[in-house]
């Protein structure tokens, strides 16, 4: 994971003020129009169902990078082992990560000797085995964790995300 | 698996939000939020003209952003009647924590009660009295009346002693200035209560008596210190976990900009695992003493740095007293005070000495003192601040231990002065305005032990919970429950009495052995169980609320909501209570008596305020404070100019020391030398059990553990308080993580969940201090020192399993909470 490993590095040093997540997409404007014909909208946000990986790319115990669900939200797809409760996949124990740090944003590192996700803003832990349990840290969530599905062919979708992800107040942009 | 919201949206600030000034009023370091409430079917769009940031919301924001709040920090409440929106954010502008939240302040709005998303619905919200064998729901006015008949029988104007007060004396949480002034007016200035205690200790006294005594306030630096210092010293202080944005926000920058740190705890904390990554393991110290022993550590390193000349001799000359002994030891004073020479022979300790009692190294004992106090090369002052918090105050012989500590700060000129200061952390913040305790004596009773020995007739209980929050608690838990039992009986024996023949059934108990026990709370406590009446008070934010922080910044928190039901502010619960007694006085024909409990026509808080505070400092107004916003203003306020307050940045910049009260305004040294475990039956109870019981707070448990037992997030992290514990020890006990072990000792026994940990030393374990299910006080024997302050750090005990671990921990992390870069 040697891009969790570096934007650590840069977290400590403090490089981090704004910015540091790459941003894009147009804005949209939302204007309520004056007189209603109100806007029906659907009571669930609409994920997208996105493929990020097929089984055969991952490695026991090494988080693959991925982006879910849109390029600007950073992830890892990760394969424990060992089957975990919300694992999928054959074995039962592949799960997906945001890797932004629910408190302030910071890029997380993986820790494979102990399976935990650090961040080094202020040093909040994540643990990957037990449904992104924060540890020990600020953040006031838990890690947010994708459902997945996996396919026949072994193909790894992303379909929805279980807590709101840092820096966007819609989990969908 | 773990708890989880399934929010993947939340409602956008719209740009004509209201927008309130808040402190954080969990902690004392009072961090700066801001509230934003708008109506229900409003909300803002992501475009930049629509939401309150002015920013485009339909991009990811970046780290450290302002535009971006957690779920945590949402909720729908009621403000004047209406359903709003509530956002409770940091303020980036802040200067306390430049827009860092912690995991406890940041969910401030979602430990807010809330009909709409049912958040907090343990908070009470109508008088209660007992009645037909449980508690029913009553008015204000019938509450109180018959609170003030049945005190009104216990007390007359010569001997308010039957009166038993339990009080919080704090700032933020439902404390604060207003709130200190209205039950501070009643049992300080109407009556003159001396049976008294404080929310978190068996009696009604300083925790630092010591400090005071020689010349020097608590809080004399500000927080800046540490961003400018050479050397952080740290003493029983976890402040990772329990000042969370200080240490991020002021000693961390410290660290970075290459101070030193000097760590003095038996345990290894987060805090020792941070300070090495910020500053460099070769730049931290972690003396892990022996529990008990930081007196013999600071007398010996007053000792050394005194023979190698590293003292500020005109810092010496000019501020301390000079000739001997000031303060002889007596009753009131554990040890001697004077000048330094006199301090230095009584508290001479040789490096051997010192290491072997403190279990360290000679060398590490010098080279901390190098790094507090050795002079630069070019022979100025090496600038180090010293913290300190439970760990010595609720520790051994806590007069001597303070004092010598302060001794090392005033030997070396560290007091007054960039870098400096010799400061008590803080718990809650402060927010003390009574008239003189005085009368309440000194040392002050010993409150929990009265009640033990049957004393007491009626008791006033505001915001305390002794059955988490007291020594020898399973004795006194018995006996509170046995004696307010009376008084229920009695009650229920006469359902459907007259309010005149149910006054007599509650007095014929109390003069049987029983107690009258009236509980103010935000919610129903453990010691509530035990009540009588109860009575719903209000928390910061559904009330304005002012206080100070661990700097002495002042801040007003605007109401931003209702209360619950008909909940109200104390100051105004504390006047309802003397207007009643008023009333019952004088029908009674006690004209004289009534007549003291006058002066409490107050319609809101800020007339409480007014009344209070302001009477002192007459500069200080609602409104000035407004203006002030989160930055406020820290106390003392010397003046009013150009529209703003002007405050004190810091205490004794011009060398001279007044906390004391001494004309000639010379700070005092503590003569006190070592002498051992002093509490009554510690060195027994160390010397006949396997493992020390060290006790405190965690991040995630701490001073909003009342409400976030009624809290998710948190209940998911920790089901069961946690014993951390050795992993030798625990296969040696024939433990697995998460079983459920019973700590039991020669005074009582209490749980906890096992919590491996590699960084405990063998035999000592750290449990949580004021856990709702597993009360460590449970285990703490009756012993305090001459001023009653109580001894919560030295226990010790025996362990054994008591179950498997519980179907509630299976889905929990048992790994390790220090941060590691991989
Ligand atoms: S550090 Fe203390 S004051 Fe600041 S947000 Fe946390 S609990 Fe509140
Ligand atoms: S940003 Fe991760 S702990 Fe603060």
Known sequence: MSRCRKMADIGRRQFLRGGAIATSGAAAAVVAPSRAKAAPAAALLEYPSNRLANIADLATNEPLDVSYPDDDAPGVLLKLGQAVEGGTGPDGDIVGFSTVCPHKGYPLAYDAADRTFNCPGHYSRFDPEAGGQQVWGQATQNLPQYTLRVDDNGDIYAEGVDELLYGRLSNVL | MAYKRQIDRLPIIPADAKKHNVTCHYCIVGCGYHAYTWPI????????????????????????????????????????????????????????????????????????????????????????????????????????????RVTARVIDQENEDDLFVSMFDHGGSAGGYENTWGTGKLYFESMKVKNCRIHNRPAY????????????????????????????????????????????????????????????????????????????????????????TDLALFNTLFTYIADQGWVDQDFISASTFQDGVAQPQNEQHPSALGSFEAARDACRMSLTDGAAICGVAEADIIKAAEWIAKPKDDGSRRKCVSAYEKGIIWGNDNYRTIGGLVNIALATGNIGREGGGVCRLGGHQEGYFRPSDAHVGRPAPYLDDLIIRGQGKVHHIWANDHFKTTLNAVAFKREYNRRTNIVKEAMDARAGATRDEMVDAIVGAIEAGGIFSVNVDIIHTQIGQCAHVILPAVESGEMNLTSMNGERRMRLVEKYMDGPG???????????????????????????????????????????????????????????????????VQEPVVGYENDKLVGTKRLYVDGKFDRHGREDKKALFCAGAWRGLQAAGKAAQKSGHAFLINNGRSNINWQNWFLDKDNDFVSDRYPYPFLEINPEDMAELGLKEGDLVEIYNDVGATQAMAYPTPTARRGETFMLFGAPTGTQGNVINAGVNELVLPNYKQTWANIRKISDAPAAVSHMSFKSKEYSSG
Request: glycine share 10%; with cysteine; hydrophobic share 35%.
């Open chain 2, 566 to 632: 008909s909940a109200m502010p104390d100051c105004l619960i504390a006047a309802g209570m003397a207007r009643h007694l008023e009333r019952v006085l004088r029908e009674e024909g006690r004209d004289a008596y009534a007549d003291q409990f006058k002066g409490y026509d107050w319609a809101s808080e800020e007339d409480a305020f007014m009344d209070g505070y302001n009477s002192g400092n007459p500069e200080v107004t609602y409104e000035r404070l407004r203006a002030m916003g989160n930055d406020g």
């Open chain 2, 41 to 148: 079917k409003k909300q803002g769009g992501t475009g930049a003209d629509a939401n309150a940031f002015g920013v485009d919301l339909s991009e990811q924001q970046g780290a450290d952003a302002e535009a971006w709040y957690a779920p945590s920090m949402y909720n729908v409440v009621k403000q004047d009647g209406e359903d709003v929106h509530l956002v409770i954010k940091p303020d980036q502008n802040c200067v306390v924590n430049s827009g860092l939240g912690s995991i406890r302040g940041a969910r401030m709005a979602e430990n807010r009660p809330s009909e709409v998303t049912g958040s907090q619905q343990q908070r009470l919200g109508e008088p209660m009295v007992w009645r037909y064998g449980t508690w029913q729901p009553t008015s204000w006015d019938d509450a109180l009346d018959l609170v003030a």
């Open chain 2, 205 to 292: 006294n300083s925790e630092v008596h010591s400090t005071r005594d020689m010349g020097i306030g608590e809080l004399n630096y500000c927080y800046e210190d540490y961003q400018l210092t050479d050397t952080i010293f740290l003493i029983g202080a976890n402040p990772l976990e329990c000042q969370t944005n200080l240490f991020l926000n002021h000693m961390v920058p410290g660290m970075r900009n290459g101070a030193k740190v000097v760590i003095v705890d038996p345990r290894r904390t987060v805090t020792a695992n941070a300070c090495e990554i910020e500053a460099g393991a070769d730049n931290v110290l972690h003396l892990a003493i022996e529990s008990g």
